[in-house]
């Protein structure tokens, strides 16, 4: 589904070069839910933005359902991001002014879909995410959780094979954040590919892959649950394996 | 995505912030009130001229104290130089005998002034004109009873008044003036007739006066020989311009400078006034249509702000698929309406504005449809060039790092 070869973002800030990506590469399957890990200023968001289409690379391939992102116009990538993406934040970003089903139906509105049409699938989405009762209330009306389930609804509005999520639980409480975490277990069981950024290792370990970064570089590739035992890692175990190889100070920072 | 989507959206935008939604279109309302107003008043005021020069009366010259209009093209302070008085009417008179007396139909001198008129306990301040007999057909009055003067009446100084009509009511109500006598000045004057009615000239009301011989005024009222006007009636149309040569010659010769008199006729004087009145109606036009510039300004100044303000909602649309060109159109739409809606109100405010101001102001205005359109287009015209930059700017926000904006 998603493949990244020798990508590179090298940001210009005056006369400073910042290298945010440094020759990152791997593989991402159909149907795959991948966790992105890593200190802040290592680079997950600048690899989300591109996995995103939000933002071209400096250097290197990133090819999406086969077809290659970097030579793409402005247009095309909208296109991209309206049909094959879907995004969800941390901060929700919902339209505050806009009621929840005039919300989940901005995608819908860019892909030209005709109003009645925008509506019925609009409430229907909802209904998935659980919300039907709240379709007519604005966003500041709603807990943390309800509004990050009605960015979910609106993130799957044109049926998107891949969903980017940043720190999807990141502005919620833990019980918001395992319904979250429920919902996108839900999403990945019915084979959507989903890559979440998150520096949470509980969060992180309802992902089958874990990819952790450090300074604009991937580190570590490796699998939440063993494929010949079927046993799964713990968030504990999720963390030692990731810092296990790193040297002892940088650990002791690291460990919560 | 269809303008049907793009328009709400815009509409939504506006709605989510009415206040500023309305500042902003106070801004090009004033602007098109104003350009209407103001173009009303000024082309009321040129028809007013334009009809007041008109209800002089037909194929008239006219001389007057002082240099004004033809050669300077200005207007000065016509009548207010005392060079023309009442010597002048035998020269005239004279000269014409001698040459080009078939020419001139009637001669007909006026002295005015400003003057309390009393019938009894009804008094008013009225212009009184002393005239002579010639002046009714000159001047193209008529009496709607009783007589005129007569030379014997100028002669001897009758003390005798003709009244407009206005005047006429004003002091006897609907009883009969004729017969009655009233006070100018407090001398007293028996009324011998009532002029026809003529209507609004635009200099005065030509049925708010009050005449009386021309002798008598300068005696008994005035106290001097000065004439504010002498009006020559030609015998025909075609006979202007050698009417004219005959009358300036005389004049010329008769006065040691040049300056000290002005003969104009009709059409001279119309278009001096003409040229002064589009002169004024378009400095009106022209200080409204700053007004309306500032508007435009203000326009694209919150449109700036809204922009500014709502980067991370165009991160958002941006990330959820919306194309470069309909973050534009739903910017530019929001201008659009703003200026739609600031011209239209403005034009229902400059209706009534209009009116409101003849009313108060006594001013005729005259509300044009070129001068509404004009208003409007330019309404739109500075929605359009104001509002496209900060669309432009909108538009053109990489999404990333409009998503990260705060």
Known sequence: MISVTGLAKIYQTGRVQVAALTEVSFGIAAGEFVAIMGPSGSGKSTLMNILGCLDLPTAGSYRLAGREISGLSQRELAEIRNRELGFVFQSFNLLPRLIAWRNVELPLIYAGIPPGERRERALALLAMVGLADRAGHRPRELSGGEQQRIAIARALANRPAVILADEPTGNLDTKAGREIMKVFTALHQEGKTIIMITHDPEIAVYAGRVLYFRDGRLRRDLLTVNPETGEALTARDLLDRLHGEEDEGEKEEERP | MKIRDNL???????????????????????????????????????????????????????????????RTRELGAAGSATTVTSDLLPVLEQELAREGGELIRGIAPEARQALTVRNASLSMTTNVFGVTPAYLSVRGYALSEGAFFTGDDLERRHRLAVLGKNTAEELFGEKSPVGEVIRIANNRFTVIGVLAERGYSGFSHLDDLVLVPLTT???????????????????????????????????????????????????????????????????????????????????????????????????????????????????????????????????????????????????????????????FTFALAVGLFFGVYPAYKASLLPPAEALRHE
């Open chain 2, 8 to 70: 709400q959206i815009s509409l939504e935008g506006l709605a989510a912030n009415p206040l500023r939604s309305i500042l902003t279109t106070l801004g090009v309302i004033i602007g098109v009130t104003a350009v209407i107003i103001m173009t009303a008043l000024g082309e009321g005021a040129s028809r007013q001229v334009t009809a007041g020069i008109e209800g002089l009366g037909s194929n008239l010259l006219i001389i007057t104290p002082g240099r004004t209009g033809r």
């Open chain 2, 217 to 375: 005024a300068q005696r008994r009222l005035f106290g001097h020989e000065r004439l504010q006007s002498i009006y020559l009636e030609v015998v025909d149309s075609r006979f202007m311009d050698a009417a004219y040569e005959r009358v300036d010659r005389i004049l010329q010769r008769y006065f040691a400078e040049e300056t000290a008199y002005s003969l104009n006729n009709q059409v001279q004087m119309l278009e001096t006034l003409q040229s002064t009145t589009r002169t004024f109606t378009l400095l009106l036009a022209g200080i409204a249509g700053v007004s309306l510039v500032v508007g435009g300004i203000g326009i694209m100044n919150i449109m700036l702000v809204s922009v500014t303000e709502r980067i991370r909602e165009i991160g958002i649309r941006k990330a959820l698929g919306a194309q470069r060109h309909e973050i534009l159109l739903q910017f530019l739409f929001e201008a659009i309406v703003l200026s739609l809606a600031g011209g239209g109100i403005g034009i229902l405010l400059g209706l009534a504005g209009s009116r409101l101001a003849a009313f108060f102001g006594g001013w005729p205005a005259v509300v044009s449809w070129e001068a509404i359109l004009l208003a």
